[in-house]
């Protein structure tokens, strides 16, 4: 490790994470599934080996710019949503952020991952009090029916990567069925969202076309979601038209930044996030402050 590499508010708000980071390349090698404690104060069952186990077995959280996000934008009692749920961890930190009176609704169609992110809900409410979560092994679309869900070769490395099928699997993936389900149907009796975050591979702009109803009355107040390609992608377009302006969303040193919507992307290591919103004063406001909760 460079020093460098260091230089980052993981590392520099929270020093034990440099140890924390040595151990964490040990346990990758041995791949051994390990339970470790988040710094927003819940534990997970993860797999070293893989990407969003590594990260919060290094930093105690994952994606810290979309988790300090999450954590100022939700309050006691509010609804949210996590579309490409994984092992959790954002659903974890929801349902903490919006406590008994609260909800979330997490969606993931991989059955492996799928099983680690029910063991990881079982755990975290054995321990805490938090929001209701329910979880549903479906993958959310532009319509209801039955997909192909493709595994990429290097899966076991990166369990975020599955993704909806576009064209049929080559020889080196493999590909199962999935049932597809639309926000809209699914939700259309929900209260106001207050977040939803949305991580689905390609497929976001599918899931905002079915959550259409929902979007142009602003039932959902505020969407953080991953877009691989650059403004304006499909994604942008479909939240644009129903209302919605967009912002990258940035890690700087001292906190998260909003930047213009067509900043480049231009890191190979921040996942590519974007906020959608509303009500861009709030926003703005909430992303002024200073300072890491979540380390």
């Known amino acids: 490790m460079n020093l460098g590499g260091l230089i980052k508010p993981e590392y520099l708000c929270q020093p034990r994470n440099i140890f924390r980071r040595m151990r964490a390349r040990k346990l990758r090698q041995g791949a051994v599934p390990m339970r470790v404690r988040t710094w927003c104060g819940?534990?997970?069952?993860?797999?070293?080996?893989?990407?969003?186990?590594?990260?919060?077995?290094?930093?105690?959280?994952?994606?810290?710019?979309?988790?300090?996000?999450?954590?100022?934008?939700?309050?006691?009692?509010?609804?949210?949503?996590?579309l490409g749920a994984n092992i959790g961890f954002s659903t974890l930190l929801m349902a903490l952020r919006v406590g008994e009176g609260g909800r979330v609704e997490a969606f993931e169609p991989m059955p492996e991952v799928y099983k680690d992110l029910?063991?990881?809900?079982?755990?975290?409410?054995?321990?805490h009090r938090g929001g209701k979560i329910t979880?549903?092994?479906?993958?959310?679309?532009?319509?209801?029916?039955?997909?192909?869900?493709?595994?990429?070769?290097?899966?076991?490395?990166n369990r975020g990567i599955g993704h909806l099928a576009?064209?049929?699997?080559?020889?080196?993936?493999?590909?199962?069925p999935v049932e597809l389900v639309r926000l809209d149907d699914v939700l259309k009796d929900a209260p106001r969202v207050a977040l939803m975050k949305v991580d689905v591979e390609g497929h976001e702009a599918a899931v905002f076309a079915g959550a259409e109803a929902m979007l142009k009355s602003g039932?959902?107040?505020?969407i953080i979601f991953e877009e691989n390609s650059p403004y304006p992608a499909p994604s942008h377009r479909v939240l644009e038209q129903l209302g919605?302006?967009?912002?990258?969303?940035?890690?700087?040193f001292f906190g998260p930044a909003l930047l213009p919507r067509d900043t480049p992307l231009n890191s190979p290591w921040e996942p590519p996030?974007?906020?959608?919103?509303?009500?861009?004063a709030t926003i703005q406001a909430t992303a002024a402050k200073r300072g890491w909760n979540v380390l």
């Not at 029910?118 to 321990?127: G, R």
């Not at 039932?219 to 505020?222: D, G």
């Not at 919605?244 to 700087?252: D, E, G």
Request: charged share 20%.
């Open 42 to 82: 819940f534990d997970m069952n993860v797999q070293p080996g893989e990407v969003i186990g590594e990260s919060l077995c290094s930093f105690g959280v994952y994606d810290l710019v979309e988790a300090e996000m999450t954590w100022r934008l939700l309050v006691s009692g509010d609804v949210a949503l996590d």
């Open 219 to 222: 039932r959902i107040q505020t």
């Open 118 to 127: 029910q063991a990881n809900v079982k755990l975290f409410e054995q321990t």
């Open 244 to 252: 919605y302006s967009i912002f990258r969303l940035w890690k700087h």
């Open 166 to 176: 576009h064209v049929p699997p080559t020889a080196e993936e493999s590909g199962f």
């Open 135 to 157: 979880l549903h092994p479906v993958a959310v679309s532009d319509k209801a029916g039955v997909a192909t869900f493709v595994l990429p070769s290097f899966f076991a490395r």
């Open 273 to 280: 996030n974007y906020i959608a919103t509303k009500d861009v």
